[in-house]
């Protein structure tokens, strides 16, 4: 499991700064830097949703899975209208490329907090989990601290 941490890892935090490219488009040959951007970073996190949701489904026991998923999805695309809100209201206040920036800037700099001594500790993800009663316990108390 190791190699799918550094390789989860290395899309997510390496492959979002390029999505700051897409700043640099302009019409003519300048128009590869938006082409570039989004590939290298679309690519990077469709690699590390594919690794995330393969371990998910892995780790978590079959009987926990949709839950597990659906706290997940949850937790990820829950924030997302706030996201849109506070995009509009940069944009509506700044305007446009400089909400973009400070978008942007923070998603390319989200993928940093994976580099700290919390994340680079583990080295890997967890390889089994505990079948049975004692694995479910497991899962539910995990599921439990994410809504804490």
């Known amino acids: 499991m190791r190699a799918l941490s550094k390789c989860w890892r290395a899309a997510t935090t390496f492959a979002l700064p390029f999505g700051l490219l897409v700043l640099c488009t302009a019409p003519g040959p300048r128009l590869?830097?938006?082409?570039?951007?989004?590939?290298?970073?679309?690519?990077g996190i469709s690699i590390a949703n594919v690794i995330i949701a393969s371990f998910r489904q892995s780790y978590a026991p079959p009987a926990m899975l949709g839950a597990v998923t659906g706290a997940m999805r949850f937790i990820l695309m829950g924030p997302c209208p706030?996201?849109?809100?506070?995009?509009?209201?940069?944009?509506?206040?700044?305007?446009?490329?400089?909400a973009l920036w400070i978008m942007l800037g923070t998603v390319a700099l989200s993928g940093m907090c994976l580099?700290?001594?919390?994340?680079?500790?583990?080295?890997?993800?967890?390889a089994i989990c505990i079948p049975g009663p004692a694995g479910y316990a497991r899962a539910a108390t995990a599921l439990s601290s994410l809504t804490d």
């Open 32 to 43: 590869l830097f938006f082409i570039a951007g989004i590939i290298i970073a679309i690519g």
């Open 115 to 126: 580099l700290t001594r919390a994340f680079t500790a583990c080295r890997d993800l967890p």
């Open 82 to 98: 706030l996201g849109a809100l506070l995009g509009g209201a940069l944009g509506t206040w700044l305007g446009v490329l400089h």
